[in-house]
């Protein structure tokens, strides 16, 4: 059975710093792109970061570029974020994410989700 | 940007058919996945590329696909299937994925 368990959200103060960390088991952790997609209070779906296999492609959504880093420990099966320079914007679940990848069509979807961590960045 | 247009809500009598709308430009050329989440739950995928049903989803959810929109549709709704349903795209113009704004199904 495949299991994402996501650990690390908390209270922080603007300008402040947190480090998700999200446990996978029952599949071959390193041979899946995996996300991080969060969702505000209330609101929709936004995927915030990827991470290739090997670790060795990230991406990331433009409002947490030069902020966020996306890293993942195949021998540990674990992936985290590392977020820094938080703002009131930045509340939400964080939800860790299995994506399902093709190149031909290029196409990406999540057939497995965490539990989600919430994030609350408030003064 | 790739966007999605999504009706904010779906009212579906109980046992009826429920059917939540994905609207995007030329939307039938691209693959869609929907998720379901009902509240204080993760997401939970319910449809893949326009049609296909994950295993341990029922066969009463099913996707199409054409033109400028893709359809969930939910037969026989139950109690159960009341929810919030995302669709999303990968935009390979952009490399990145899109969500809807999300739907919430309610079941009268």
């Known amino acids: 059975e495949v299991q994402l368990v996501e650990s690390g959200g908390g209270l922080v103060q603007p300008g402040g710093s947190l480090r998700l960390s999200c446990a996978a088991s029952?599949?071959?952790?390193?041979?899946?792109?995996m996300s991080w997609v969060r969702q505000a209070p209330g609101k929709g779906l936004e995927w915030v970061a990827n991470i290739k296999q090997d670790g060795s492609e990230k991406y990331y959504v433009d409002s947490v570029k030069g902020r966020f880093t996306i890293s993942r420990d195949n021998a540990k099966n674990s992936l985290y974020l590392q977020m820094n320079s938080l703002r009131a914007e930045d509340t939400a679940v964080y939800y860790c994410?299995?994506?399902?990848?093709?190149?031909?069509?290029?196409?990406?979807?999540?057939?497995?989700w965490g539990q989600g961590t919430l994030v609350t960045v408030s003064s | 940007s790739y966007e999605l247009t999504q009706p904010l809500s779906v009212s579906v009598a109980l046992g009826q058919t429920a059917r939540i709308t994905c609207g995007g430009n030329n939307i039938g050329s691209k693959n869609v996945h929907w998720y379901q989440q009902k509240p204080g739950q993760a997401p939970v995928l319910v449809i893949y590329?326009?049609?296909n049903r994950p295993s341990g989803i029922p066969e009463r959810f099913s996707g199409s696909n054409s033109g400028n929109t893709a359809t969930l549709t939910i037969s026989r709704a139950q109690a159960g299937d009341e929810a919030d349903y995302y669709c999303?795209?990968?935009?390979?113009?952009?490399?990145?994925?899109?969500f809807g704004g999300g739907t919430k199904l309610t079941v009268l």
């Open positions: 590329r326009d049609s």
């Open positions: 029952g599949f071959t952790f390193s041979s899946y792109w």
């Open positions: 994410a299995r994506d399902s990848t093709t190149v031909t069509p290029p196409d990406r979807f999540v057939d497995y």
């Open positions: 999303q795209v990968w935009d390979s113009s952009t490399a990145w994925g899109v």
